[in-house]
Nanobody, 121 residues
Framework: QVQLVESGGGLVQAGGSLRLSCAAS????????MGWFRQAPGKEREFVAA????????YYKDSVKGRFTIARHNAKNTLYLQMNSLKPEDTAVYYC??????????????WGQGTQVTVSS
């Protein structure tokens, strides 16, 4: 099992940048595939990005490609999401998630509490 806690959310103007962090408990962080999801008010939760256990492979939602970068520092049990060129439509609660196995997509088992990202016009 793993406990996930997101941080780094806040208010930023369109075109600005923000970096989210996800701190994971336990000593087996490197055994999990990790991902970021987001949910805007009145919308369903959607996939944003995923990263393999060793950080060697990543996958992004098309709308964030070139703007967002997912990364992990396994020695610190931490997952990151660097968000650049933010747009108002990026406004959402962002969730860190973890799953067993090597597939980047599919069902994620563990979830954080979420951190609010608000992008103003």
């Amino acid at each position: 099992q793993v406990q996930l806690v997101e941080s780094g959310g806040g208010l930023v103007q369109a075109g600005g940048s923000l970096r989210l962090s996800c701190a994971a408990s336990g000593r087996t962080f490197s055994s999990y595939t990790m991902g970021w999801f987001r949910q805007a008010p009145g919308k369903e939760r959607e996939f944003v990005a995923a990263i393999s256990r060793d950080g060697g492979s990543t996958y992004y939602k098309d709308s964030v490609k070139g703007r967002f970068t997912i990364a992990r520092h396994n020695a610190k049990n931490t997952l990151y999401l660097q968000m650049n060129s933010l747009k108002p439509e990026d406004t959402a609660v962002y969730y860190c998630a973890a799953k067993a196995g090597v597939l980047l997509l599919g069902a994620y088992t563990y979830w954080g509490q979420g951190t609010q990202v608000t992008v103003s016009s």
